[in-house]
């Protein structure tokens, strides 16, 4: 097949006017792009790049007819719906696209949305409230500690070692310095102390890979966002400090028992149909007291070689080109194309 994989590439340009390094948490480096591309040709597809810039729909529509699937790992950069940029175009120009489409991409971004649908499912997720400004009323429902996070964003952007907070007074200071940073809601989270876990999943009906426990450093309540190790000497040249803190560790497969491993994808599995996800995802949780709580669901997981999705597939015994070659042939399948 012509597969054409759709990004978007770290630039020096995002973080002008003193904006914080993790806004480039969720974009690639060249090094990811060129690990994508060698996987897919690997396979036998050939692969065309286009950039998910302000090009990008001419772009697209001048080269329709020669693509049979777009792989799209674009984020997206600006405004609430970046992640649904890009699925909306494909929609609009009929060409087929692995992924999930542009209303579950808004949904899922919107972490209160996504957790809105999964209660009205049944599926078990921290009680939480969406705050705008530092001075909100915080509902009484909520109890402490809580976790504060960005709405609209995922990598771990805007988390640090001081998100989770253990009284008004911390989460005032706290919530003042994301909204005035970051200049977007935040959502104000029961934070449930368990073990953490991370399920990838691939397919129509999904199917889960490995399980991956996330095991955390001492000190540390929630992962936070570091550089890849081909972004860090881009930093440096750009004159940006950077320090690298790791915050977790991670096993896979995770040694649980096979009761909890069915409880665990029985959940995740739930809130993939809920949200309406497509041909791949990754869903992070909490357990606790026999009690999975979905936290978020990643429709466009980090998918570099060396990131999580792809190592719980190495633990199921496939190569990165057959991780990839495997879910656009679910995309290919779906919307009933030739491969």
């Known amino acids: 097949m012509n597969v054409a994989i759709l990004y978007n ?24 792009i060129a690990a994508e591309k060698k996987a897919f040709e690997d396979a036998g597809h050939k692969v065309i790049l286009i950039e998910a810039d302000k090009n990008a729909f001419l772009n697209l529509k001048k080269m329709s007819k020669k693509i049979d699937v777009v792989f799209n790992v674009a984020e997206g950069v600006h405004g609430m719906s970046r992640r649904s940029q890009i699925p909306g175009m494909l929609e609009m120009l009929n060409i087929p696209c692995a992924g999930s489409d542009a209303l579950t991409q808004d949904l899922c ?12 499912h049944g599926i078990s997720t921290p009680r939480f409230q969406v705050v705008e400004s530092a001075s909100e ?22 988390l640090d070692k001081e998100s ?14 994301l909204i005035s940073v970051y200049k977007e809601p935040v959502l104000i989270e029961e934070f449930i102390e368990g073990r953490e876990f991370t399920i990838p999943l691939v397919g129509n009906p999904p199917e889960t890979l490995p399980i991956i426990e996330v095991v955390f450093e001492k000190d540390t309540r929630t992962d936070l966002w570091n550089p890849d190790d081909p972004v860090i000497p881009l930093l440096k040249k750009w004159g940006k400090r950077v320090k690298v803190t790791p915050s977790s560790t991670s096993i896979c497969p995770a040694k649980i028992s096979k009761e909890m491993a069915e409880k665990l994808n ?56 057959q991780l990839l070659d495997k879910i656009i042939t679910c995309a290919a399948k779906r919307q009933g194309r030739k491969q």
């Open 164 to 177: 989770v907070v253990e009284n008004e007074h911390a989460l005032r200071k706290k919530l003042k310095h």
């Open 9 to 32: 590439l770290i630039r020096k340009e995002l973080i002008k006017g003193g904006k914080p390094l993790d806004v480039l948490a969720e974009l690639d480096s060249r090094e990811t």
């Open 266 to 321: 029985n959940a995740v599995k739930g809130a993939y149909n809920a949200l309406n996800c497509k041909d791949f995802c990754r869903i992070d949780m909490i357990y606790r007291n026999g009690v999975p709580y979905i936290l978020e669901l990643n429709p466009t997981p980090g998918i570099d070689p060396t990131y999580w999705f792809p190592r719980s597939a190495y633990a199921a015994g496939m190569t990165y080109s």
């Open 137 to 158: 009323k915080i509902s009484k429902n909520l109890s402490y500690p809580i976790i504060l996070k960005l709405v609209h964003e995922g990598s771990q952007m805007g």
């Open 109 to 120: 971004l919107d972490k209160s949305m996504a957790k809105r649908i999964m209660i009205q």
